[in-house]
């Protein structure tokens, strides 16, 4: 299974979990964008909300994430205070239209909070938005759940979890600022079962300094016998230059592109083996879970949470830094902390950068979207399709990927290869990739 080309994977290409992608966010954006993204929404129209809490008990040297460390009680009692004024602003514009379907929590670590908050949050949620039958999701830290914690979700009737798990071995938690023992994993799985989590995943790293083949086979040993219904298998992306804390890792010892895409293929064919379907490129759930039975009736997405059943065209993110995603537009709150705080204070939106998508990004998203959910597109609608064929020229060689009219299709072999495919629609990007991550 799946031919190492390394020159189909020279350039490094974006995770495309929106189109345009957050490269082409600017400042031409405001909270009128905002208020006019909101105001079309109609009665019964699926939404969903995603909360976005930036705090962890402490900071991982590889995280990407806008988050900081929890620091003073003060601190995040004024966060969710504004998050709740945030809240109602949303509300309000929305005067009862939408129906909440879905609600995500996540960060940096939403336990990074008290529970008593968390369930104080959630029931401002209920009430503001009558979400009282969405579907709950949490992104959690291990070593940060206790039983309070647990019984605080399942109060929420939360089904929903993420665990943040990367690796078990203790070298490789060392060497990416992560020190977790695999018995606080499996302890924290635990108490999740125990509240009525049914479908859990874990978050698991390849491409870590140091690893090895037998690291990697031995967490996934790990990982398969807690048993979650979920695994999300990501390549670690090494950009210092943009994320200063990952200064702290040993670049010297990464693997090379070669180990990596070994280590990636290694996790495939494991987790298939053990009865895990392919979700995507970089997912794996179990038949019964819903993502998976969203992948077998097509009815597969792709947000900013990644592979998704969620099937709302409207995302509404709360929360500083948090994106939100309308047909239309993608619009991203401040990411500075005071001046979303001083946004919400003065009853504005804190909208400061983001996209209007026009017409054809939104024609260039779905064909997009559907080659890596579905590993097949009709281009009929997408322009420049010469100009498409010929950057897929080098794929088409090798049997990655066949015309069918104007229907592309990609072969089994070509998933290691399906964000590379999918940046040929890109109008956006030229040869400069050097911000974004490795497509394996």
Not at 319 to 326: D, N, P, R
Not at 406 to 434: F, N, Q, T, W
Request: a neutral charge.
């Amino acid at each position: 299974m799946w031919t190492f080309h390394p020159h189909l994977l020279a350039r490094a290409v974006p995770r495309y979990t929106s189109y345009p992608t957050a490269a082409e966010f600017t400042d031409a954006v405001d909270s009128v964008d905002m208020a006019r993204a909101l105001d079309p929404v109609a009665p019964g129209t699926a939404v969903s909300l995603y909360v976005h809490i930036p705090f962890c008990r402490s900071i991982c040297w590889y995280c990407g994430c806008n988050t900081a460390a929890a620091g003073r009680a003060s601190r995040l009692d004024a966060y969710l205070a504004r998050l709740q004024d945030e809240l109602d602003l949303i509300a309000a514009r929305l005067g009862g239209r939408g129906r909440i379907e879905r609600v995500a929590f996540g960060g940096g670590s939403p336990n990074a909070i008290p529970p008593q908050a968390f369930t104080a949050l959630m029931r401002h949620i209920d009430d503001a938005f009558a979400a009282g039958t969405a579907v709950r999701s949490v992104e959690l830290d291990p070593r940060g759940l206790a039983e309070d914690w647990a019984e605080a979700l399942a109060a929420a009737r939360v089904t929903h979890a993420s665990l943040g798990v990367q690796t078990f071995d203790p070298v490789l938690q060392a060497a990416i600022g992560r020190v977790q023992p695999g018995e606080g994993i499996a302890r924290a799985t635990a108490l999740l079962r125990q509240a009525g989590v049914s479908s859990l995943n874990f978050d698991l790293m390849y491409g870590l300094p140091g690893q090895n083949e037998a690291m990697l086979s031995a967490t996934l040993d790990s990982a398969l016998a807690l048993a979650p219904e979920r695994m999300s298998i990501f390549g670690y992306a090494h950009v210092p230059g943009l994320i200063p804390r990952q200064r702290q890792i040993d670049a010297h010892a990464l693997p090379d592109v070669c180990a990596r895409f070994d280590q990636a293929r290694r996790a495939h064919r494991r987790l298939t083996d053990a009865g895990y379907r392919p979700i995507g490129f970089d997912h794996f759930a179990l038949p019964g879970d819903p993502l998976a039975q969203a992948a077998e009736t097509e009815r597969l997405r792709r947000n900013f949470q990644g592979f998704t059943e969620d099937q709302a065209q409207v995302l509404i993110g709360v929360g500083a830094s948090a994106i939100s995603q309308f047909p239309n537009r993608l619009l991203q709150n401040e990411k500075n902390a005071g001046r979303w705080h001083a946004a919400i204070a003065g009853g504005r939106f804190a909208t400061a950068r983001g996209v209007r998508r026009t017409v054809q990004d939104q024609v260039r998203g779905r064909a997009i979207e559907a080659i890596l959910c579905a590993g097949a597109a009709d281009l009929a609608d997408v322009p420049e399709r010469g100009r498409i064929a010929e950057r897929l020229a080098p794929f088409e060689a090798l049997d990655l990927v066949t015309w069918h009219g104007s229907r592309i299709v990609l072969s089994g072999d070509a998933l290691p290869y399906a964000r590379s495919i999918a940046a040929a629609l890109d109008s956006y990007r030229g040869e400069d990739m050097a911000r974004f991550s490795n497509a394996v």
